[in-house]
T-cell receptor, first 112, second 117 residues
Framework: QKEVEQNSGPLSVPEGAIASLNCTYSDRGSQSFFWYRQYSGKSPELIMS????GDKEDGRFTAQLNKASQYVSLLIRDSQPSDSATYLC????????????FGKGNQVVVIP | EPEVTQTPSHQVTQMGQEVILRCVPI?????FYWYRQILGQKVEFLVS????????KSEIFDDQFSVERPDGSNFTLKIRSTKLEDSAMYFC???????????????FGAGTRLSVL
């Protein structure tokens, strides 16, 4: 079983719509959850961090965490063309090594 | 805003040659990491470093790889004898802490694209 799974194919959304991305993880000991945005050929850029169950909102972004279901999601409201990128889900266990396990990413294309 | 800086941005080398990738982590950060991303694949953990020693390494990080903090600001990744399959984007990251919630966020440098010919 993969540590972090992001199974959806490319997501095309009209400008102004909501983009919804999902991620599941296998290790129940995971404690920190992150969404990074990666433009083509660039490095991961932190969008959101979430540590406890529920929702966390930051501007147009909302992260949702459900540890019982081992599920993390990201909502992007009022999608803009500049949101077109690959979104990476990353998880770690907050043990001494702090290693991040990444999913393969979900590509989002915002259509003007 | 503080950032992780990496040099060079692109490194081309011949198979079997040694390469050193350089990183300057954010100044008050204590934990340093190297990740790699082969084209079209996911970001993979290589190694974490704290208090001048490796705290964890992945199975990718074999004897051909080494890391060093030669001075108070630089953090390097050395590949002793490069292989074709080492061609990838290498990212350095740093975090303020490793085990404290909210202080364990990893910030990534722009990366070094390594091309092994």
């Amino acid at each position: 079983q993969k540590e972090v799974e992001q199974n959806s194919g490319p997501l095309s959304v009209p400008e102004g719509a909501i983009a919804s991305l999902n991620c599941t993880y296998s290790d129940r000991g995971s404690q920190s959850f992150f969404w990074y945005r990666q433009y083509s050929g660039k490095s991961p850029e932190l969008i959101m961090s979430i540590y406890s169950n529920g929702d966390k909102e930051d501007g147009r972004f909302t992260a949702q965490l459900n540890k019982a279901s081992q599920y993390v999601s990201l909502l992007i409201r009022d999608s803009q063309p500049s949101d077109s990128a690959t979104y990476l889900c990353a998880v770690n266990k907050l043990e001494g090594n702090n290693r991040l396990a990444f999913g393969k990413g979900n590509q989002v294309v915002v259509i003007p | 805003e503080p950032e992780v800086t990496q040099t060079p941005s692109h490194q081309v080398t011949q198979m079997g040659q040694e390469v050193i990738l350089r990183c300057v982590p954010i100044s008050n950060h204590l934990y340093f990491y190297w990740y790699r991303q082969i084209l079209g694949q996911k970001v993979e953990f290589l190694v974490s470093f704290y208090n001048n020693e490796i705290s964890e390494k992945s199975e990718i990080f074999d004897d051909q790889f080494s890391v060093e903090r030669p001075d108070g600001s630089n953090f390097t990744l050395k590949i002793r004898s490069t292989k074709l399959e080492d061609s990838a984007m290498y990212f350095c990251a740093s975090s303020e802490q490793g085990v404290v919630v909210t202080k364990n966020i990893q910030y990534f440098g722009a990366g070094t694209r390594l091309s092994v010919l």
